[in-house]
C-alpha cells in the first residue's frame, strides 16, 4: 500500500489550479482552512479522510482522482503494494481509492478499513444526483445515515442518493470492520 501524502497534494493542487481557484477560495469551498489546504498541497501533512473528501468534494471530483497519479490504461492491473490510500493519522481508517474506468469513469469504488472501535467521522452530504452502495465485506459496520443508524453485516448492502451526511462506524472493540462503496455519479448534472 502506498501513502498518498505525497501524491494526494500535487494532485489537489493541479486540480485546484485548472479550476482557477486560490487556496482562499477553495476553503470557502470546502470548509478547510487555507492553512491546512497549503500543508496539503506541500505533502507536509496527510489529510484526514474526512478532510480530504471535503476537498474532492469542493473540487467536483472523486476522493479515488484525487489518489490517481495518472491517466488508467485500458488493462490496467494494480498490485496491493502499489494501491494508494489514504490514512486518517487520527483513527487509522484506510480508504483504499479502487481506479475503475467503469460507467464514463461516473463509477467511483472504494474501500474502507475501520479498526476496532474507529469512525470514519462524519462526511458531508453528496452531491445532488450522486447514488451510494455500501456492502459489508467482514465485521459488523454502524453506518449513519443523516442520523439514522443501520447495522449491517458481512454481506449486507445498503443503497442511499445521500443528501444528507454519512458516517460509517466500528463499534466492535475487538474486530476490524471492512466495507466496499461504489458511487454512481452519472446523475450528477
Not at 40 to 48: H, I, L
Not at 94 to 104: E, F, I, M, Q
Not at 156 to 162: K, L, N, R, S
Request: with cysteine; net charge neutral.
Amino acid at each position: 500500500m502506498t501513502d498518498p501524502a505525497g501524491a494526494i497534494g500535487p494532485n489537489i493542487r493541479r486540480r485546484r489550479q485548472q479550476l482557477g481557484l486560490s487556496l482562499d477560495a477553495l476553503a470557502k469551498t470546502s470548509g478547510v482552512s487555507s492553512t491546512m489546504l497549503s500543508e496539503v498541497e506541500r505533502g507536509v501533512k496527510n489529510p484526514t479522510v474526512k478532510l480530504a473528501y471535503q476537498i474532492a468534494r469542493a473540487l467536483g471530483c472523486t476522493l479515488t482522482d484525487l489518489l490517481e497519479e495518472q491517466p488508467s490504461s485500458p488493462v490496467t492491473v494494480v498490485r496491493a503494494e502499489q494501491r494508494r490510500a489514504l490514512v486518517d493519522p487520527d483513527s487509522g481508517v484506510v480508504r483504499h481509492g479502487l481506479p475503475a474506468r467503469l460507467l464514463n469513469n461516473n463509477l467511483e469504488i472504494a474501500w474502507y478499513s475501520l479498526p476496532p472501535g474507529q469512525s470514519s467521522g462524519e462526511l458531508s452530504a453528496n452531491r445532488s444526483g450522486v447514488i451510494e452502495l455500501v456492502t459489508v465485506l467482514g465485521g459488523t459496520l454502524t453506518f449513519v445515515l443523516g442520523g439514522e443508524r443501520y447495522t449491517l453485516r458481512p454481506g449486507d448492502c445498503v443503497t442511499y442518493g445521500p443528501q444528507t451526511t454519512t458516517e460509517y462506524r466500528n463499534e466492535d472493540p475487538r474486530e476490524p470492520c471492512e466495507l466496499l462503496l461504489l458511487g454512481d455519479t452519472s446523475r450528477v448534472a
